[in-house]
């Protein structure tokens, strides 16, 4: 019985690869007999950009963007600083430094384009204000050393998150730098 139906399983087999073959070098010569299309584009879902310029707000915004998160980079590596030395008054400075830019950023009318890029933002703000609110307990807690830290690393992956973000806006819309 075993044989039997080894048999057939088998028969199958080579009858079904024998056909997807014949159809495979029917779908060659096929392809071989359609002219190459050299000059047309192979799918326009993804190089719609190339002809639609951006408009000026966006434009305008993404450098605004762009400013924003070199600034933010910079005030918040001059925090971690701050906090390596156990500074904590310097430590407040770039937190308040940091706060005050987000907040203006997020005040900035945002294109609907860079939507996303306004949410990011909004969320930065729950981490600065754990940064500020534990950075005051660090003199006196390490507990709330640890608690302004780990806001502080936060700040970090949201700034990754920015960055990459706006790159991905940027080539959608067709901007480069």
Not at 131 to 151: F, L, P, W, Y
Not at 153 to 165: I, R
């Amino acid at each position: 019985m075993k044989k039997l139906t080894s048999s057939l399983i088998l028969l199958v087999l080579l009858t079904g690869c024998n056909q997807y073959g014949q159809d495979l070098q029917q779908d060659l010569e096929a392809q071989d007999r359609e002219p190459y299309n050299e000059g047309r584009e192979p799918n326009t879902l993804y190089v719609n950009h190339k002809n639609k310029k951006p408009s000026d707000d966006i434009l305008m915004y993404s450098d605004e963007h762009g400013h924003y998160l070199t600034q933010f980079h910079d005030h918040l590596e001059a925090l971690y600083s701050a906090m390596d030395r156990s500074d904590f008054q310097d430590a407040k400075t770039h937190t308040r430094a940091l706060y005050d830019l987000t907040e203006k950023h997020e005040a900035d009318a945002t294109p609907e384009a860079f939507e996303l890029t306004k949410e990011l933002i909004a969320g930065t703000k729950t981490d600065l204000r754990g940064v500020m609110k534990n950075i005051k307990r660090c003199e006196t807690s390490r507990v709330g050393c640890d608690r302004a830290q780990i806001h502080t690393e936060n700040l970090t992956t949201w700034l990754e998150v920015m960055e990459d973000t706006y790159e991905e806006s940027l080539y959608d819309l067709g901007i480069t730098n």
